[in-house]
Nanobody
Framework: QVQLVESGGGLVQAGGSLRLSCVAS????????MGWYRQAPGKQRDMVAH???????TYADSVKGRFTISRDNVKNTVYLQMNSLKPEDTAVYYC???????????WGKGTLVTVSS
């Protein structure tokens, strides 16, 4: 079992920045995938950014150039730096990790980001 705990959400004005953190209970080097997803009210949960074990990153088109995913292997933490925030970025942000030979997916409980106009 793996626990993922997100933090760093909050209320910010449009154009502002936030940094989200996701702390994993298991060494993130043993995962092959760590990602951030978000879900706005009434909408499906969508991938925002992910990083795989070779360090390669992928971003949703809507956040390219504004968001950056990174990881600290010593702290077992994955970050999402969010700049130039827009009201449409408002959502609950979830951390996802994939571990093990059976590629088990684990989710955190989410952190709310609200961007005011």
């Amino acid at each position: 079992q793996v626990q993922l705990v997100e933090s760093g959400g909050g209320l910010v004005q449009a154009g502002g920045s936030l940094r989200l953190s996701c702390v994993a209970s298991r060494n993130i080097l043993s995962s092959d995938y760590m990602g951030w997803y978000r879900q706005a009210p009434g909408k499906q949960r969508d991938m925002v950014a992910h990083i795989i074990n070779d360090g390669s990153t992928t971003y949703a088109d809507s956040v390219k150039g504004r968001f950056t995913i990174s990881r600290d292997n010593v702290k077992n933490t994955v970050y999402l730096q969010m700049n130039s925030l827009k009201p449409e970025d408002t959502a609950v942000y979830y951390c996802k990790g994939r571990y093990g030979s059976y590629a088990m997916n684990y989710w955190g409980k989410g952190t709310l980001v609200t961007v005011s106009s």
